[in-house]
Nanobody, 124 residues
Framework: QVQLVESGGGLVQAGGSLRLSCAASGRTFSRYVMGWFRQAPGKEREFVAAIIWSGDTIRYADSVKGRFTISRDNTENTVYLQMNSLKPEDTAVYYC?????????????????WGKGTLVTVSS
């Protein structure tokens, strides 16, 4: 079992930055692929970024590429999402998720564990 707790959301102006954190419980954190997803009001949840257990392989949604950076610290059981140059369309609840195996890293139906989410609001 893995429990995930997100933090770092809030209100920021367009062009600003936020860093989200996701703290994971359990001794096997380093074995999991970690991902960030988001869900905007009235929209389906969508993939944002994913990082493999070693950190060697990373993927981003096209909408955040070049602006967001995912990273992980396996000694701290934490995954991060650094968000720069934020836009109003980035407004959403951001969820941390974990799964075993890299296949399906961008498919929310294939994630094994979820946090409760943290709200990010970007004002124009």
């Amino acid at each position: 079992q893995v429990q995930l707790v997100e933090s770092g959301g809030g209100l920021v102006q367009a062009g600003g930055s936020l860093r989200l954190s996701c703290a994971a419980s359990g001794r096997t954190f380093s074995r999991y692929v970690m991902g960030w997803f988001r869900q905007a009001p009235g929209k389906e949840r969508e993939f944002v970024a994913a990082i493999i257990w070693s950190g060697d392989t990373i993927r981003y949604a096209d909408s955040v590429k070049g602006r967001f950076t995912i990273s992980r610290d396996n000694t701290e059981n934490t995954v991060y999402l650094q968000m720069n140059s934020l836009k109003p369309e980035d407004t959403a609840v951001y969820y941390c998720a974990a799964k075993t195996g890299w296949l399906g890293y961008s498919d929310d139906r294939r994630m094994d564990y979820w946090g409760k989410g943290t709200l990010v609001t970007v004002s124009s």
